[in-house]
């Protein structure tokens, strides 16, 4: 039938083909007496026209009976397939691979085919004991005498009897145990627990094959363990072994972890100059002078190639621009040193690179460094990238030790304030409370009240900021920026004050900012003043003993803090301005004064207040004394109480 079908399927197709012909047609002919030849183009006509044309009953029944002839086929595959069983097979014959298992599929079926928990672990140990050939047996051994060494309540005594059995057995076989992520770990224990020799024994049948654990995904743990529990001498080989393979090892998942660890810990100062040389130059690494202590002295030693080494440098630091590898100290010592001595354009070029990813170098102190490098000669695009970049990150970097120095360079240099208060400031002055708490974080809060005041910072953050003073993308009046960057911050640090009055005098570390900001609030610090003097005299004097807290006046802190407000008094007066004392006497309780008499630091902030008042002021202060001037007289061996006697007397 599908024979016979198909047949009158060609014949239904060749009549189709056939065509009546035109007029030009039958001239050609008469005038010829030949056919006309049909073009290509006439015939791909035809086809198309065909194609439109609806398919005949005929055609419609072969169709049919060739989707009757597929049918039949799928029905023997899927018996034959029914007959082999399971699925894997089913996909092999489908493909056409036949029959055949991978080795994998071989293993898994035969742990399937062992019917009881028995017959599996059983046929387990014989593929361990294929695999480990000799060292099966001592590999079971070492577990055994491992759970028990690695117990807390072992005894030492027990520990050193496990750990010189245990290298007994080890012995010889050490560098093949090592490797493997079980075996390694025993190893990590007899380094441990067990005595100077066996560690040194560990280590020289290890001792050429450090380069080799360090990359190793287990066997680095045990490289550190060996540092950790090493003689001075066994940390000197491991640091000389890795010499002229520190920049091929910075690079590596696994190897990096072991470099920045002998970089910052282990290496002495002249084996640091050593694996920092690499980077400069591999052929000066080698040879060099130990005197050459930093990348200046390298390049005086070899002035004529010093393009060569900095483009040496350069290819080794765009290499390292990664986020993992831009973690680590050494990698921050060598950019630090290209940018103090690179020019111009090969810190842009260098900037472009790390814009985005300063946020991982500022838990270092060089690393701090490279960002306020690139932070002081960045143009304006690579700033604002700089600091979009440390979204989210603002007040992680602000209790950094190191990394709170990058906001201040950004506070000292970029000339776009609304940048910074939208992305910076914000994010800071949102969690206020947890960066005044610490003490880096405090040191941003006071710089933004206090910037380059050497009675809160340092000479060293001084010295560092003005680096900057020079660059050439800074052109905005540095006060002018201070007073717009103030003026953004002081609503959240004057509600912080007044949220935490009670507790403010007594910090020491933020309170003497206090007399500054008020300064600097001017009129809108009034009510500010008034909340101090309030919380000055929320109690009157009483003597503690012990540990109890201490009133203000006679706490060391805030009797300093409350000083350095009296002093403020007589310049607030003159610029008509709410002063401390102005603001104690008028306090309902300014009587709580009196109580002051009775401790020596309490006489001695009368005394202040009495020269920092104006005459008024000091005739009420005299009035409200006037009843216990006797007992003053008593308090004679109070030296504050002798100098108040005085200055009653002498107004």
């Not at 050609?28 to 065909?50: F, P, Q, V, W």
């Not at 390049?299 to 483009?311: D, H, P, R, V």
């Not at 040496?312 to 831009?326: A, E, F, G, P, W």
């Not at 209790?399 to 910076?424: N, P, Q, R």
């Amino acid at each position: 039938m599908t024979k016979l079908a198909k047949k009158d399927v060609n014949l239904v197709k060749s009549e189709k083909n056939k065509t009546v012909p035109t007029k030009k047609e039958n001239k050609y002919e008469n005038l010829t007496g030949k056919k006309r030849k049909y073009s290509e183009n006439n015939e791909n006509k035809e086809i198309k026209k065909n194609k439109k044309d609806k398919p005949d009953m005929l055609e419609k029944a072969a169709r049919a009976e060739i989707s009757e002839d597929k049918e039949n086929k799928k029905t023997k595959l899927n018996k034959t397939l029914k007959s082999k069983g399971s699925i894997g097979e089913k996909a092999k014959l489908k493909n056409g691979k036949g029959t055949k298992f991978n080795n994998k599929d071989k293993k898994k079926n035969s742990v399937a085919a062992a019917s009881t928990p028995a017959e599996r672990k059983e046929l387990l140990k014989k593929r361990k004991q294929k695999k480990l050939a000799d060292n099966y047996e001592i590999t079971i051994n070492m577990k055994k005498i491992w759970e028990t060494l690695r117990k807390s309540d072992t005894t030492d005594e027990t520990k050193k009897k496990l750990c010189s059995s245990l290298y007994e057995q080890v012995k010889g076989r050490i560098k093949q145990l090592s490797f493997a992520h079980d075996t390694t770990r025993v190893i990590e224990c007899l380094v441990q627990y067990g005595t100077e020799k066996n560690r040194e024994s560990v280590f020289q049948e290890l001792k050429d094959d450090f380069i080799e654990m360090a990359k190793e995904k287990y066997a680095r743990f045990l490289l550190k363990k060996i540092l950790v529990y090493g003689t001075k001498e066994q940390k000197e080989t491991i640091v000389n072994s890795f010499t002229g393979q520190v920049t091929k090892l910075i690079k590596h998942s696994y190897a990096c972890q072991i470099v920045e660890s002998l970089f910052n810990e282990y290496a002495s100062h002249k084996q640091r100059n050593k694996m920092l040389m690499e980077f400069y130059d591999p052929t000066f690494a080698l040879l060099h002078n130990q005197t050459c202590e930093s990348l200046s002295a390298v390049l005086e030693a070899q002035q004529y190639s010093k393009e060569t080494i900095l483009n040496n440098i350069k290819q080794i630091l765009t290499t390292c621009v990664d986020k993992t590898i831009l973690m680590f100290s050494i990698i921050h010592r060598v950019f630090l040193e290209f940018f103090k001595n690179c020019d111009q354009k090969q810190k842009t070029e260098m900037i472009e690179l790390l814009s985005e990813q300063l946020i991982h170098m500022v838990h270092t102190r060089d690393g701090a460094s490279v960002a306020m490098q690139c932070i002081w000669n960045s143009s304006a695009k690579e700033r604002k990238k700089i600091i979009k970049s440390m979204k989210s990150f603002v007040v992680k970097i602000a209790l950094e030790e190191h990394g709170h120095m990058i906001l201040l360079a950004i506070f000292d240099s970029v000339d776009d304030t609304k940048l910074i208060s939208k992305g910076i400031l914000d994010e800071l002055l949102r969690s206020i409370d947890q960066v005044i708490e610490n003490d880096y974080g405090r040191k941003v809060i006071s710089y933004l009240i206090a910037p380059r005041d050497s009675r809160f910072f340092i000479k060293d953050y001084v010295n560092r900021l003005e680096q900057g003073d020079s660059s050439e993308t800074s052109k905005k009046d540095p006060e002018k920026r201070r007073v717009e960057l103030f003026d953004h911050s002081k609503s959240h640090i004057l509600a912080y004050i007044k949220k935490h009055i009670d507790s403010i005098l007594f910090n020491g570390s933020f309170g003497i900012l206090i007399p500054l900001f008020l300064e600097k609030l001017g009129s809108e610090g009034d009510d500010l003043t008034k909340s101090l003097a309030d919380s000055i005299l929320q109690q009157a004097y009483e003597p503690v003993n012990g540990s109890d807290k201490k009133h203000c006046v006679e706490e060391s802190a805030s009797h300093f803090i409350i000083k350095k407000l009296l002093a403020t008094s007589l310049g607030k007066e003159n610029k008509s301005l709410l002063s401390m004392s102005a603001a104690i006497l008028q306090n309902d309780r300014a009587e709580n004064i009196t109580s002051w008499i009775d401790c020596n630091r309490g006489c001695f902030l009368l005394v202040n207040l009495i020269e920092t008042s104006n005459e008024k002021n000091k005739a009420e202060i005299k009035k409200l004394l006037k009843s216990s001037e006797k007992d003053l007289k008593q308090k004679i061996n109070f030296q504050g109480a002798k100098l108040l006697l005085e200055k009653i007397k002498k107004n």
